[in-house]
């Protein structure tokens, strides 16, 4: 599919006149002395299904999301300035029981329908849009009235969604001299690349190329058809500038395209701008600039909408970007002592929208699975052996142990991975797993396996088995012997990152530096933190080959010399609610069992949720850690003493 011109939508901006010649020069020529306009700018990105104000996992109000919430700080926006153009840059449709509970059924997709009540201008998408199936993508874009944009997607893939490279968006603004000005906008949309040692990206197979080199190309294509200026959409995040070549997140060669003028990320659940990303030369996070160039990043969920406004002049190389600004604008502020304050409230008109759509989620995540006579959560996950894990572990273990009966991988010893996906960190106080003792409902499955992955089962060999957890433990800070307290985890790594296997047992050694980098590159060959690795108590034999029951998203790396075994479709979340009696189950013999090696003269600080200390007691190792209190957003601080034998 090529590129699409897109007229006007409303009086005020009149379609071009055929015939009437584009305007090719560079967006950042001369500016002389004629007119300027001021063009605004909003976007969302990584919605994850968030419509509502709702947290499902919980089933309580959460007014930190939603959006319904930012629709009306869409509409005072638009207010403000006329003719505002209104982008997503991906991951819209997936992430919480109302994206799974409409997945399925048949007609206009609410996120997709609020959307165009909205009058979204243009959309890319995101690599978690395609866990439903390319054709559920398809079928659920095809109510949007706006283009979905995808430059470095492979034709036949772009084909299937039905994205284009880009479109031409041509609008008429009030300008300086009391007339209204044609504008030629471009927009093109660019996804991350998979990169070799990750998780994987898509739950199905698609082409994606570069995006440096694609979005050039694009840029270069929507000015031949007479883009005054071009917008990149992209799903990926800013990345590190010691980095430049990081393929998933790639904003700043993006930015530093010459057809580019702005750029709407997202992928990374950051903000920008703002202290989540360092000052480079590369990176201004006060200015909102990256590479010279404007770009915001909303975070995920619908917590702000991003806003950049242009003011551009025309001169005799055309329109020119003279003055820019980038913000954000939240719809909740952090109250004292924790909780949120609501800065806007639900736009009636997608309050409407969503309500058959947020009755139907709250029916299916309320539906009962099982029972449980123990509390489970993911409060202390980063700080010793879990509960929650260790039966995600044997969940993905007994399926992949009856999958592989009458194969030639029968009788291989399975071990289950299973890695926390709330342990706070930037989502907050609140993003963590409690599953009460008493009714497990699907909501309780969602909140510990929020995203819907396949089972994948790898075969390796026992000495790649240390190096999957080296990369593992990369969570962890470097903790110096005779330094006192000293934070527990590095805050550049995610808690997911964090895999458990079971069966296995070892220690880890935290004065140590990691041997893999945050990006999984090996970054100190004579580092090693896993110290004596052990299958059912025995050394781990480097010749004996094991399988890892692990899920779509994160295959076992390339690496590790790992050979897939074929495994019929099978959602990870489906077979939890298989065997939800093992969340009941007593671990202790199978379950992953790792600690800390002793760090003479040291304590570990560790941050957990608001509700953590109710249930410090009943979690292993925790129950002799220090109680500090709690910080000025309500998490609980605790210190682990390093200097004994360690948490067990």
Same mark, same amino acid.
């Given at each position: 599919?090529?590129?699409?011109?897109?007229?006007?939508?409303?009086?005020?901006?009149?379609?071009?006149?055929?015939?009437?010649?584009?305007?090719?020069?560079?967006?950042?020529?001369?500016?002389?002395?004629?007119?300027?306009?001021?063009?605004?700018?909003?976007?969302?990105?990584?919605?994850?299904?968030?419509?509502?104000?709702?947290?499902? =996992?919980?089933? &309580?109000?959460?007014?930190?999301?939603?959006? %319904?919430? !930012? @629709?009306?700080?869409? $509409?005072? +926006? #638009? *207010?403000?300035?006329?003719?505002?153009?209104?982008?997503?840059?991906?991951?819209?449709?997936?992430?919480?029981?109302?994206?799974?509970?409409?997945?399925?059924?048949?007609?206009?997709?609410?996120?997709?329908?609020?959307?165009?009540?909205?009058?979204?201008?243009?959309?890319?998408?995101?690599?978690?849009?395609?866990?439903?199936?390319?054709?559920?993508?398809?079928?659920?874009?095809?109510?949007?009235?706006?283009?979905?944009?995808?430059?470095?997607?492979?034709?036949?893939?772009?084909?299937?969604?039905?994205?284009?490279?880009?479109?031409?968006?041509?609008?008429?603004?009030?300008?300086?001299?009391?007339?209204?000005?044609?504008?030629?906008?471009?927009?093109?949309?660019?996804?991350?690349?998979? =990169?070799?040692? &990750?998780?994987?990206?898509?739950?199905?197979? %698609?082409? !994606? @190329?570069?995006?440096? $080199?694609? +979005? #050039? *190309?694009?840029?270069?294509?929507?000015?031949?058809?007479?883009?005054?200026?071009?917008?990149?959409?992209?799903?990926?995040?800013?990345?590190?500038?010691?980095?430049?070549?990081?393929?998933?997140?790639?904003?700043?060669?993006?930015?530093?395209?010459?057809?580019?003028?702005?750029?709407?990320?997202?992928?990374?659940?950051?903000?920008?701008?703002?202290?989540?990303?360092?000052?480079?030369?590369?990176?201004?996070?006060?200015?909102?600039?990256?590479?010279?160039?404007?770009?915001?990043?909303?975070?995920?969920?619908?917590?702000?909408?991003?806003?950049?406004?242009?003011?551009?002049?025309?001169?005799?190389?055309?329109?020119?970007?003279?003055?820019?600004?980038?913000?954000?604008?939240?719809?909740?502020?952090?109250?004292?002592?924790?909780?949120?304050?609501?800065?806007?409230?639900? @736009?009636?008109?997608? $309050?409407?929208?969503?309500?058959?759509?947020?009755?139907?989620?709250?029916?299916?995540?309320?539906?009962?699975?099982?029972?449980?006579?123990?509390?489970?959560?993911?409060?202390?996950?980063?700080?010793?052996?879990?509960?929650?894990?260790?039966?995600?572990?044997?969940?993905?273990?007994?399926?992949?142990?009856?999958?592989?009966?009458?194969?030639?991988?029968?009788?291989?010893?399975?071990?289950?991975?299973?890695?926390?996906?709330?342990?706070?960190?930037?989502?907050?106080?609140?993003?963590?797993?409690?599953?009460?003792?008493?009714?497990?409902?699907?909501?309780?499955?969602?909140?510990?396996?929020?995203?819907?992955?396949?089972?994948?089962?790898?075969?390796?060999?026992?000495?790649?088995?240390?190096?999957?957890?080296?990369?593992?433990?990369?969570?962890?800070?470097?903790?110096?012997?005779?330094?006192?307290?000293?934070?527990?985890?590095?805050?550049?790594?995610?808690?997911?990152?964090?895999?458990?296997?079971?069966?296995?047992?070892?220690?880890?050694?935290?004065?140590?530096?990691?041997?893999?980098?945050?990006?999984?590159?090996?970054?100190?060959?004579?580092?090693?933190?896993?110290?004596?690795?052990?299958?059912?108590?025995?050394?781990?034999?480097?010749?004996?080959?094991?399988?890892?029951?692990?899920?779509?998203?994160?295959?076992?790396?390339?690496?590790?010399?790992?050979?897939?075994?074929?495994?019929?479709?099978?959602?990870?979340?489906?077979?939890?609610?298989?065997?939800?009696?093992?969340?009941?189950?007593?671990?202790?013999?199978?379950?992953?069992?790792?600690?800390?090696?002793?760090?003479?003269?040291?304590?570990?600080?560790?941050?957990?949720?608001?509700?953590?200390?109710?249930?410090?007691?009943?979690?292993?190792?925790?129950?002799?850690?220090?109680?500090?209190?709690?910080?000025?957003?309500?998490?609980?601080?605790?210190?682990?003493?390093?200097?004994?034998?360690?948490?067990?």
């Amino acid at each position: 599919m090529g590129f699409r011109s897109l007229g006007a939508t409303d009086p005020d901006n009149r379609k071009r006149p055929a015939g009437a010649p584009g305007r090719r020069g560079s967006a950042r020529g001369d500016a002389g002395t004629g007119p300027r306009v001021r063009l605004r700018i909003l976007a969302t990105a990584d919605l994850h299904a968030n419509l509502a104000a709702w947290d499902y =996992v919980h089933d &309580r109000p959460d007014d930190a999301v939603g959006l %319904v919430r !930012v @629709a009306s700080l869409i $509409a005072a +926006a #638009r *207010a403000e300035v006329p003719g505002a153009l209104l982008f997503d840059a991906g991951d819209c449709i997936q992430g919480t029981a109302l994206g799974d509970a409409a997945a399925g059924v048949p007609g206009l997709h609410p996120m997709i329908a609020a959307m165009n009540r909205l009058g979204y201008d243009a959309a890319t998408v995101g690599n978690h849009d395609f866990d439903y199936g390319a054709g559920a993508l398809r079928r659920i874009r095809a109510g949007a009235r706006f283009p979905v944009v995808a430059a470095n997607l492979g034709p036949a893939d772009a084909a299937a969604i039905g994205a284009l490279p880009g479109v031409v968006l041509r609008r008429r603004l009030p300008a300086t001299d009391g007339r209204r000005a044609a504008l030629a906008v471009g927009v093109t949309g660019v996804l991350p690349q998979q =990169v070799p040692g &990750r998780g994987t990206l898509y739950a199905v197979p %698609v082409a !994606v @190329a570069p995006v440096a $080199a694609s +979005a #050039r *190309a694009a840029a270069a294509a929507l000015r031949a058809q007479g883009a005054d200026i071009v917008i990149a959409l992209a799903h990926s995040g800013i990345g590190d500038p010691a980095a430049p070549d990081d393929p998933e997140n790639a904003v700043i060669p993006l930015a530093s395209v010459a057809g580019i003028d702005a750029v709407i990320c997202g992928h990374s659940h950051l903000t920008f701008p703002s202290a989540d990303h360092p000052a480079t030369p590369e990176v201004d996070p006060a200015r909102g600039t990256v590479c010279g160039k404007p770009a915001a990043m909303p975070g995920p969920f619908g917590a702000n909408l991003a806003v950049i406004d242009l003011t551009l002049a025309r001169g005799p190389s055309g329109w020119r970007v003279v003055s820019q600004q980038s913000a954000l604008r939240p719809i909740a502020a952090v109250a004292p002592g924790g909780g949120t304050v609501p800065l806007a409230a639900d @736009a009636p008109a997608l $309050a409407r929208i969503a309500g058959a759509a947020h009755r139907r989620a709250r029916r299916y995540a309320m539906r009962p699975v099982g029972r449980s006579r123990h509390a489970i959560h993911t409060f202390f996950a980063l700080a010793g052996p879990s509960r929650a894990l260790s039966a995600i572990a044997a969940a993905k273990r007994r399926e992949v142990e009856a999958l592989l009966r009458g194969t030639r991988w029968e009788g291989l010893p399975v071990l289950g991975s299973a890695a926390p996906y709330r342990t706070g960190g930037p989502s907050g106080t609140e993003a963590y797993c409690l599953v009460p003792a008493g009714v497990v409902r699907v909501r309780h499955l969602v909140g510990l396996y929020p995203h819907t992955n396949m089972l994948r089962a790898d075969d390796v060999t026992g000495a790649a088995l240390a190096d999957i957890l080296e990369r593992s433990a990369g969570v962890f800070a470097t903790l110096r012997p005779g330094g006192g307290d000293q934070p527990l985890l590095d805050p550049a790594m995610p808690g997911y990152a964090f895999t458990v296997l079971d069966r296995l047992s070892w220690t880890l050694d935290l004065t140590v530096p990691p041997r893999f980098d945050a990006e999984g590159r090996l970054a100190d060959p004579g580092a090693r933190r896993v110290r004596d690795l052990r299958f059912r108590g025995a050394p781990v034999d480097p010749a004996q080959v094991f399988v890892i029951a692990g899920n779509s998203h994160r295959g076992v790396p390339p690496a590790a010399g790992a050979e897939r075994i074929p495994l019929p479709e099978v959602y990870v979340r489906d077979v939890l609610e298989r065997h939800v009696a093992l969340f009941d189950a007593d671990h202790a013999a199978e379950g992953p069992a790792w600690r800390f090696a002793p760090v003479p003269g040291a304590a570990a600080i560790f941050r957990s949720g608001r509700e953590a200390e109710d249930h410090r007691r009943d979690s292993g190792a925790m129950a002799a850690a220090e109680f500090l209190g709690r910080d000025g957003a309500g998490a609980c601080l605790y210190r682990i003493r390093l200097d004994g034998p360690g948490p067990a």
